[in-house]
């Protein structure tokens, strides 16, 4: 797939990166700017379900609209660079997949409107008002709710019965911090003995999942975070050569080879963004259109992986599985 289906997937020329321009021609239709932390062929089936989106509200790409990409090809480092880009691009509306895009991109505007189909603590970062009035130029999916990353925690002890040491790999150079507190919150009830690994970037991967087989961690949990999403595949195969069972949030993980994930279907999440961007070009204010939460958590099983690893899924898990792969 990649590249070459990813331009494909949004129209032939329209799509041609490394961006495109908007023309000055008054009659030119509005512009969306496409700010992903992600490369863009990684973003392949989120970027369809963003697409249909607009095509089920009748709004078609060239006719009602322009699409304009930019993407940090997984690099939060770049994010403020990139912002600065897009903002300057002057378009109507950006959708910033993900929230270290929108707290980049909201230091340079509060005029044009960001839709986020997957924001994380918006409040907390200064990002809204609140979910149901966000007041500013902000507004989105919340791809998150409390005690998601709690679970995570539970299902690896799930995996790994008796477990007393489970690791934590986060990403520090992202803005999002609710993700180490609410684990470490969680686990006062729990009692387990917590190894937090620290990166930056992509390069500390190796070390990161050495350091954690070393350090005797029976499972690890992965923090939700464009970086993490953008290497999945290594993470995978990382987790799978250091003999660590790892518990994800997106099933593009277990896709990728991973073993199990708990949290929110993010196609639904884009697909959902595009009523946003509808509704704000056609007259609406971000700030008075309410975060929406989500409405289904689905939990995903890589049967190959966990035999791999030497692992039986309790029946429990797998009675409650939305999907269990073989």
Same mark, same amino acid.
């Given at each position: 797939?990649?590249?070459?289906?990813?331009?494909?997937?949004?129209?032939?020329?329209?799509?041609?990166?490394?961006?495109?321009?908007?023309?000055?021609?008054?009659?030119?239709?509005?512009?969306?700017?496409?700010?992903?932390?992600?490369?863009?062929?990684?973003?392949?089936?989120?970027?369809?379900?963003?697409?249909?989106?607009?095509?089920?509200?009748?709004?078609?790409?060239?006719?009602?609209?322009? =699409?304009? /990409?930019?993407?940090?090809?997984? *690099?939060?480092?770049?994010?403020?660079?990139? @912002?600065?880009? #897009? +903002?300057?691009? !002057?378009?109507?509306?950006?959708?910033?997949?993900?929230?270290?895009?929108?707290?980049?991109?909201?230091?340079?505007?509060?005029?044009?409107?960001?839709?986020?189909?997957?924001?994380?603590?918006?409040?907390?970062?200064?990002?809204?008002?609140?979910?149901?009035?966000?007041?500013?130029?902000?507004?989105?999916?919340?791809?998150?709710?409390?005690?998601?990353?709690?679970?995570?925690?539970?299902?690896? =002890?799930? /995996?790994?019965?008796?477990?007393? *040491?489970?690791?934590?790999?986060?990403?520090? @150079?992202?803005? #999002? +911090?609710?993700? !180490?507190?609410?684990?470490?919150?969680?686990?006062?009830?729990?009692?387990?003995?917590?190894?937090?690994?620290?990166?930056?970037?992509?390069?500390?991967?190796?070390?990161?999942?050495?350091?954690?087989?070393?350090?005797?961690?029976?499972?690890?949990?992965?923090?939700?975070?464009?970086?993490?999403?953008?290497?999945?595949?290594?993470?995978?195969?990382?987790?799978?050569?250091?003999?660590?069972?790892?518990?994800?949030?997106?099933?593009?993980?277990?896709?990728?080879?991973?073993?199990?994930?708990?949290?929110?279907?993010?196609?639904?999440?884009?697909?959902?963004?595009?009523?946003?961007?509808?509704?704000?070009?056609?007259?609406?204010?971000?700030?008075?259109?309410?975060?929406?939460?989500?409405?289904?958590?689905?939990?995903?099983?890589?049967?190959?992986?966990?035999?791999?690893?030497?692992?039986?899924?309790?029946?429990?898990?797998?009675?409650?599985?939305?999907?269990?792969?073989?």
């Amino acid at each position: 797939m990649r590249r070459r289906e990813f331009i494909a997937l949004l129209g032939g020329t329209a799509a041609v990166w490394p961006l495109i321009t908007r023309a000055q021609a008054l009659n030119k239709p509005p512009v969306i700017a496409f700010m992903s932390l992600v490369a863009p062929e990684r973003n392949v089936r989120l970027m369809g379900a963003f697409v249909q989106g607009l095509r089920e509200l009748d709004f078609v790409q060239d006719r009602d609209f322009e =699409l304009a /990409l930019r993407s940090a090809e997984g *690099r939060l480092d770049r994010a403020a660079s990139l @912002a600065r880009e #897009v +903002v300057d691009l !002057r378009p109507d509306v950006i959708l910033a997949t993900a929230t270290p895009a929108v707290v980049a991109v909201s230091a340079l505007t509060k005029t044009v409107p960001i839709v986020c189909p997957l924001l994380a603590d918006p409040v907390h970062l200064g990002l809204i008002a609140s979910m149901s009035h966000p007041g500013g130029n902000v507004t989105g999916v919340l791809f998150r709710t409390e005690g998601l990353v709690g679970k995570q925690l539970e299902l690896a =002890l799930q /995996l790994i019965p008796g477990a007393r *040491r489970i690791g934590f790999l986060v990403n520090v @150079a992202g803005p #999002v +911090v609710i993700d !180490r507190e609410e684990l470490e919150r969680t686990n006062r009830n729990l009692g387990v003995e917590l190894d937090t690994m620290e990166v930056r970037v992509p390069d500390d991967l190796n070390g990161a999942f050495q350091a954690l087989a070393n350090s005797g961690v029976q499972a690890v949990v992965v923090q939700t975070d464009p970086m993490f999403f953008n290497e999945r595949e290594r993470i995978s195969a990382l987790a799978a050569a250091t003999r660590l069972p790892a518990v994800y949030a997106f099933r593009d993980h277990i896709d990728a080879g991973g073993l199990i994930s708990y949290g929110v279907n993010l196609a639904e999440c884009f697909h959902s963004a595009a009523g946003y961007v509808v509704r704000i070009l056609k007259g609406s204010k971000p700030g008075d259109l309410p975060v929406e939460f989500p409405t289904k958590l689905e939990l995903i099983i890589n049967l190959k992986a966990a035999k791999a690893l030497g692992i039986t899924v309790p029946p429990i898990l797998l009675a409650t599985a939305d999907e269990a792969i073989e």
